[in-house]
């Protein structure tokens, strides 16, 4: 197999691990170490990066099978929640409100996720170009295709797609509003800017704006500077059933198009 690089990428095996997008990523990563995959054929590593018209071969026959309609059976009702959470889609793209409860992905504890219901709904094969939390609700995108995944990849990678959560915690913070920089377990640079609103008679409760992307990085941040997220049970031994963090607003350009998708803030949270 040959696949022509149409934009750069900094490791080797997360491009692959997106591409082919049902290969587990340990394969992946044991593929490249024994130089089944490599970069302009020449050996590579798993962080190796790769550049516009670099061209990757890969020696090993994937057990891939083609797209084939979700066997997923879903009853009238549940169509019908699906459908109704649906905010936007054109060719390119879905824009959902995502259920609180439901994991994007599949995994070893995870039989159907949010993208198979899609899939089976909408009977088409979709991308995932970013997740939410199990727990957290509100605005997604799934792409379509592979080159709109591609591209969707990429504007997220550039910070070009701006994405706000409101949050509720226990208390304040010092500030009203500012910014919160932190470093995770890799030491990579977590930061996000909050301001405190009224909303909804909470008492704590803020907007959030994301300027990095890593995973679960709004309820890190805020467990990290001592005011973890109400219902968090990653990071806390909170008992509420509801994680109060939901995306709520999501704006980018897509072919010089803009696009600005906002909630209904009487609709977070669910």
């Not at 089944?36 to 590593?45: A, F, L, P, T, W």
């Not at 159907?112 to 970013?130: A, G, M, P, Q």
């Amino acid at each position: 197999m040959k696949i022509n690089v149409d934009q750069n990428h900094d490791r080797l095996d997360k491009f692959i691990y997106q591409y082919l997008e049902n290969i587990p990523l340990s394969l992946i990563q044991k593929l490249i170490r024994k130089y089944k995959i490599k970069i302009n054929n020449k050996k590579s590593k798993s962080n190796s990066k790769i550049f516009i018209g670099d061209i990757i071969y890969i020696y090993y026959e994937f057990d891939i099978l083609p797209y084939s309609k979700s066997k997923i059976k879903l009853s009238e009702d549940t169509k019908n929640i699906f459908k109704n959470r649906i905010i936007y889609q054109n060719q390119n793209f879905l824009i959902i409100n995502k259920l609180k409860g439901y994991a994007v992905q599949r995994g070893s504890k995870i039989k159907n996720s949010l993208k198979d219901f899609y899939e089976s709904l909408l009977d088409t094969k979709l991308y995932i170009v970013h997740r939410l939390d199990k727990d957290t609700s509100g605005l997604m995108i799934f792409a379509k295709h592979r080159s709109a995944a591609s591209k969707m990849s990429k504007l997220f990678k550039e910070n070009l797609i701006k994405k706000y959560y409101i949050a509720v915690t226990q208390k304040k913070f010092s500030k009203r509003s500012g910014y919160l920089i932190d470093k995770n377990i890799d030491e990579k640079t977590l930061k996000l800017f909050y301001r405190q609103i009224n909303f909804n008679n909470f008492k704590n409760c803020f907007l959030v704006r994301l300027i990095t992307g890593k995973k679960h990085q709004i309820r890190l941040q805020f467990y990290i500077n001592n005011n973890p997220i109400i219902g968090d049970k990653k990071f806390t031994n909170n008992t509420s059933d509801t994680l109060l963090l939901s995306s709520v607003s999501i704006k980018f350009y897509y072919d010089k198009i803009f696009y600005n998708f906002k909630l209904n803030l009487a609709e977070i949270f669910l």
